[in-house]
Structures are given as C-alpha cells and as structure tokens.
C-alpha cells in the first residue's frame, strides 16, 4: 500500500498549494469538479473492501462499523450503510462498475444498491437517475422500486408500528422531527399547505422563491395556532372577509397517481405507481381508502390519448394540465430538478410568437427553473431519452 500512500501524500501537497485568489471562477469550478471526482474515487475503494473489512473482526458487525466511524469521520450508520452497500456489489456489476468509474459518489451508491438488491431488472434505470437528478429525485426513484419490490401491507404496517415524533434544540434553533405511513403523512401535509399559501401570500413577492422552507415554517406556527384557538384557518379566515373581498382558491391540494390495473388488482407490480405526489408511494388499500377525500384528487391512469390536444390560448382544460404534469411525473420538468412544489406550466416557445398551448409545448417547472427560463435567459435542451434539461445561455458544451 505504499503506492496509495504515496499518492496520498501527493494530492495533499496539491491542495496544500491551492491559492483560490490566484484562479479564475471558471478554473476553480474545473479545480472543485475535479476534486469531487477523485474524491468520489476514493470513496469507491473504501466502500469496495468495506465488507471484506468486517469479515471475522473482533467484536462483530457493531465494532467494525464504530471503528470505520471513527476512523472516517462518519456517522456510524453511514459506516454501517457503507458495509451493505459493499457486500451486495458483486452481484450489481453495473453499480460496481460505475462506482468505481467515479460516475457516483458514496451515498448515491448506497441508495442505488439498496434497491437494486431488491429489484436487480431496475437497476440500469436507478443508475439513469442516479446520473442525471439529484439526490431528491434518487430517492424518491428508490422509495418506487422499493415499494413495488416489497408487501405494501407489511410496509405500511411497519410505518405505523414505528411511527414518532421528537424535538430538540440546537444552537439556538428547535427542531422537529416525525415520521409514519406515507399516507397519514400527507394528510398533514395537505392541511399545512393552505398555511403556506397565505404564509407566501403575505411575504414580500421579492426573492420569496428562495425562501419557501422559511414560509413554510411561518405556516406551520399558523396552523398550530389556529389548532389551540388563537387564528382562524386560512379557509375559514376567507369566508368573513368583507363582500368585496374575493376569497382565496387554493393553489395545492393533494393528488395520487394509481395505475387502474393495480387497483383491480389490489397491489402494484413492477413499473407500476401508487403514490401521493410530492411525498411517496403508498399502498393501493391507503389510495382506495382515499377515494373519499373530497380534498384529494384520484389519478387514476389507464391511457387517455392527450398528445393531441391543444388549445390556441394561454388556458389549457384540465385533462391537458394533467397529462403535461404525468408526463414530468409531476416533478419540475428540468431532469437535474425535483422539486414537486408550487410547480408552474411554461410554454416551451413564447406564446405571444406560437399562440401554441400544445402538449408538447407546455412543461411545468418549479418556480426557481421558470425564473431562470424567464428571467435569466436559460434555454430548454432535449435529449434523446426524451428528457429536458435548462442550460444557462452560450453554454458551448452542455450536459
């Protein structure tokens, strides 16, 4: 191992002797993508012999990965997830393969080999998304593959049996934490968005969009105090405003996506979806259970022909909004994105020139990518997997 230390030595004189001052910006975006590469190299050695590693340690499983911990500097879970990962890579070739290759870092492989190792035919798509989103969009992929790989039953129930909350403050900021069934999830979620709303209602429209997490938290004390009494529901609130006040429509409400297939039959199979949009898959008993929600909108799709439809203003009717957003899997459009809220239709052409409202003229992105389109002059690239990404303007090599 002399050669690695060798190297080891030969990388830190490197950084040691880095002068950002005496770079260009576009040098030290090259220097720092260079960097993560290599480093991303490394940690593919490290994760290919964790396994071996542990095997016969003193003091078990437990021991090895606290000392992996501490020695890396991690998270004794991240060790633990470092040693799972590296057992099931010789039977993901393809994940080997690219890992090794640097095209994935450390967390990116865990997340494709957990379940790749319980779906080995949606492997060489995990890695698509593993490559081209970010690491939201990977785990949301994930929580698909898994949830069709597994008992949806069993999952739900296991939610449930650990369902919790906690809080704690930490340099000065309190935080909170639950988790529980997907589906219970978004019941919360759907009564905090009108909350929300108002919060960003209310916010100075200037620079707002960087700030949604910080209104949503400003809804989140709203609706704890319209639960003890101390202001009324954004809903209710609307209702005894004066006459010449319009009330507000509501610009969320909760929307699942079923195959109808998988609600004949009861349960999902490969390549199939049951899940409630911008929070994840779900039983098909929890869906059916949620027909009856009059504030939930039931997806269920079994082939409407769409690709014809359009209109020859800015309006679009309804079934043409849901295609576009099924077409995106109601995520941001922009492939290297996946925010789900507060999504916004854009036409691909400026509608003043095209007067074309068409399916494929529309695509919905999340209000930071429509700015950068509006706003900052970046252009709509596709790609031959029939995907978009925004590149920036007089971008000589995009991705």
Same mark, same amino acid.
């Given at each position: 191992m002399?050669?690695?230390?060798r ?6 004189a490197?950084v040691a002797a ?5 770079v260009?910006v576009a ?5 720092s ?12 050695g490290a ?6 590693a ?8 437990d021991a090895? %990965?606290?000392?992996l911990? +501490?020695?890396?500097?991690?998270a004794?879970?991240e060790a633990e ?7 099931v ?10 890992l ?7 967390t990116? =492989? ?5 379940? @790749?190792a319980?779906s080995? *035919?949606?492997? =060489?798509a ?7 989103q970010?690491?939201t969009?990977?785990r ?6 898994r949830?069709?790989a ?6 739900? %129930? ?8 906690r ?5 000065g ?5 639950a *988790?529980g ?10 009564a905090?968005?009108p ?15 960087e700030q949604f997490g910080? $209104? /949503?938290f400003?809804?989140f004390?709203a609706?704890a105090?319209a639960a003890?009494?101390? *202001?009324?529901?954004? %809903?209710?609130?609307?209702t005894t %405003?004066?006459?010449?006040s319009?009330?507000?429509k509501?610009r ?7 195959d ?5 039959r /009861?349960?999902t199979?490969?390549?199939e979806?049951?899940e409630v949009?911008?929070v /994840?898959?779900?039983?098909?008993a929890a869906a059916i ?6 504030t939930?909108?039931?997806?269920i799709k ?6 014809s439809?359009?209109?020859a ?6 079934? +043409? @909004?849901?295609?576009?957003a099924?077409?995106a899997?109601?995520?941001?459009s ?7 809220? $507060?999504?916004? $239709?854009?036409h691909?052409?400026?509608y003043?020139?095209?007067k ?7 695509h919905p992105?999340c /209000?930071?990518?429509?700015d950068?389109?509006?706003? *900052?002059g970046?252009r709509?690239v ?6 978009i990404?925004l ?9």
């Amino acid at each position: 191992m002399r050669t690695l230390a060798r190297i080891r030595g030969e990388v830190a004189a490197l950084v040691a002797a880095l002068d950002p001052a005496s770079v260009s910006v576009a040098e030290a975006m090259r220097l720092s993508a260079e960097l993560v590469e290599l480093g991303k190299v490394v940690d593919a050695g490290a994760m290919v012999v964790a396994a071996r590693a542990v095997e016969g340690a003193p003091g078990g499983l437990d021991a090895a %990965a606290r000392r992996l911990a +501490l020695t890396a500097g991690i998270a004794k879970a991240e060790a633990e997830r470092m040693i799972a990962t590296s057992k099931v890579l010789d039977e993901l070739p393809a994940t080997r393969s690219a890992l090794v290759a640097g095209r994935l870092s450390r967390t990116q =492989a865990a997340l494709v080999a957990e379940a @790749a190792a319980e779906s080995p *035919q949606s492997e =060489a798509a995990l890695l698509d998304t593993a490559l081209h989103q970010d690491l939201t969009g990977l785990r949301r992929h994930v929580e698909r593959v898994r949830s069709a790989a597994g008992d949806e039953r069993a999952r739900r %129930a296991k939610a449930h049996a650990e369902r919790s909350t906690r809080t704690w403050v930490r340099n000065g900021s309190w935080h909170f934490h639950a *988790q529980g069934p997907v589906d219970q999830g978004a019941r919360i979620q759907l009564a905090h968005r009108p909350f929300w709303d108002a919060a960003l209602d209310n916010a100075p429209k200037d620079g707002h969009r960087e700030q949604f997490g910080a $209104y /949503g938290f400003d809804g989140f004390v709203a609706m704890a105090e319209a639960a003890t009494g101390g *202001q009324p529901p954004p %809903a209710e609130a609307d209702t005894t %405003a004066p006459a010449k006040s319009k009330p507000k429509k509501r610009r969320w409400q909760g929307v699942v996506r079923v195959d109808a297939s998988a609600i004949r039959r /009861g349960h999902t199979i490969e390549n199939e979806v049951c899940e409630v949009v911008g929070v /994840g898959p779900i039983d098909v008993a929890a869906a059916i259970d949620l027909l009856g929600e009059a504030t939930v909108r039931i997806l269920i799709k079994d082939g409407q022909d769409v690709l014809s439809m359009a209109t020859a203003t800015r309006h679009y009717p309804p079934a +043409l @909004a849901i295609a576009v957003a099924e077409r995106a899997n109601w995520e941001c459009s922009n492939r290297a994105c996946s925010n789900t809220g $507060y999504v916004e $239709y854009d036409h691909e052409d400026d509608y003043v020139r095209s007067k074309d409202s068409s399916y494929h003229q529309l695509h919905p992105f999340c /209000g930071c990518c429509h700015d950068l389109k509006t706003y *900052q002059g970046y252009r709509i690239v596709h790609h031959p997997d029939g995907t978009i990404t925004l590149e920036p303007p007089n971008d000589p090599d995009p991705p």
